[in-house]
């Protein structure tokens, strides 16, 4: 089992810049996609970004893409959200989640281990 914690969410402005962490323990972890999905209040958790074990492979929702950047650290079990541009429908808790292993879609069934989630608000 793999324990993820993220970090680094907060209150910015609409326009300005967040990078979110996550770290990761236990067994597994650099073989497996990792992505980040959302939640804002009254909708349903959406994928945002993920990344394959390698990091070479990575893949957004439109809503994102061009203002995030997902990467990872495989030697020091991280994983990063860059967010750049952001905007108030940015606003959400933010989850770090892994795949199972053999599994990188953005389906969130095929997500084993989930962070207990970060705060981002983005004012307008």
């Known amino acids: 089992q793999v324990q993820l914690v993220e970090s680094g969410g907060g209150l910015v402005q609409a326009g300005g810049s967040l990078r979110l962490s996550c770290a990761a323990s236990?067994?597994?972890?650099?073989?497996?996609?990792m992505a980040w999905f959302r939640q804002a209040p009254g909708k349903e958790r959406e994928f945002v970004a993920r990344?394959?074990?390698?990091?070479?492979?990575?893949y957004y929702s439109d809503s994102v893409k061009g203002r995030f950047t997902i990467s990872r650290d495989n030697a020091k079990r991280m994983v990063y959200l860059q967010m750049n541009s952001l905007k108030p429908e940015d606003t959400a808790v933010y989850y770090c989640?892994?795949?199972?292993?053999?599994?990188?879609?953005?389906?969130?069934?095929?997500?084993?281990?989930w962070g207990q989630g970060t705060q981002v608000t983005v004012s307008s």
């Open positions: 990344i394959d074990w390698s990091g070479v492979s990575t």
């Open positions: 989640a892994k795949a199972i292993t053999g599994y990188s879609s953005i389906w969130s069934g095929q997500y084993d281990s």
């Open positions: 236990g067994r597994t972890f650099g073989t497996n996609t």
